[in-house]
């Protein structure tokens, strides 16, 4: 009965990743945010089971398109 109330009040250490990305034509890559008003890195949070490289690359292609 507790049991989620529990769970809800846990807090897991979460790593994050931002990358820095150059294009072969020397170009970088930048995500617009949704008011349209800053730029950033492509990044964000990593799964628990995901290495550094991994986390890098999946945050890359989902931003980045």
């Not at 897991?12 to 349209?36: C, H, N, S, W, Y």
């Not at 990044?43 to 398109?65: F, H, K, L, N, S």
């Amino acid at each position: 009965m507790y049991l989620p109330l529990i769970i809800s009040r846990l807090r897991l250490p979460k790593t994050q990743a931002m990358v820095f990305v150059q294009t072969k034509d020397g170009k970088f890559i930048a995500v617009r945010d949704a008011d349209e008003k800053f730029y950033s890195l492509p990044g964000g949070g990593c799964y628990m089971d995901e290495t550094d490289e991994e986390c890098a690359r999946r945050e890359v292609r989902e931003e980045a398109q």
